[in-house]
């Protein structure tokens, strides 16, 4: 349907998904990982210290490793669902109106407005 894409337009779309799983994974990551540096280096010894480290990175690293091993068949099936899927689906629309809402500050007013309207809400949790 569409000319495959040149080089130049690979990497550039390579290097803005890449900042876009970025900007989406720090939130994820940034507590945990300030977590285990503050015990690591609270701890009595380095190699506790460096355990603990390792043992992060391997937890974080070993999904990537499985990922990049199963590249090829992940693309076939992607190609399936493409075919399958010629517009964007209401679960992505509202995917994407989220992430505006999340930007822009609007889903914490509206979380605010929420708790101010409905005052069961802020009896759970």
């Given at each position: 349907?569409?000319?495959?894409?040149?080089t130049?337009?690979r990497?550039?779309?390579a290097?803005?998904?890449?900042l876009?799983?970025a900007?989406?994974?720090?939130?994820?990551?940034?507590?945990?990982?300030?977590?285990?540096?503050?015990?690591g280096?609270?701890?009595?010894?380095?190699?506790?210290?460096?355990?603990l480290?390792?043992i992060?990175?391997?937890?974080?690293?070993?999904?990537?490793?499985?990922?990049?091993?199963?590249?090829?068949?992940?693309?076939?099936?992607?190609?399936?669902?493409?075919?399958?899927y010629?517009?964007p689906?209401?679960a992505a629309a509202?995917?994407i109106?989220?992430?505006?809402?999340?930007?822009?500050?609007y889903l914490?007013?509206?979380?605010?407005?929420?708790?101010?309207t409905?005052?069961?809400?802020?009896?759970?949790g």
């Amino acid at each position: 349907m569409f000319p495959p894409p040149s080089t130049s337009w690979r990497t550039i779309s390579a290097f803005v998904l890449d900042l876009a799983f970025a900007f989406g994974w720090t939130p994820c990551i940034a507590p945990i990982l300030a977590a285990i540096l503050t015990v690591g280096a609270a701890s009595t010894t380095l190699p506790d210290g460096i355990a603990l480290l390792t043992i992060y990175s391997l937890g974080l690293g070993v999904l990537f490793l499985l990922s990049a091993l199963f590249t090829d068949t992940l693309a076939t099936k992607v190609e399936g669902v493409r075919a399958t899927y010629t517009r964007p689906t209401p679960a992505a629309a509202v995917m994407i109106v989220m992430g505006i809402a999340i930007m822009t500050g609007y889903l914490s007013a509206f979380a605010f407005w929420l708790l101010a309207t409905l005052h069961i809400l802020s009896s759970i949790g």
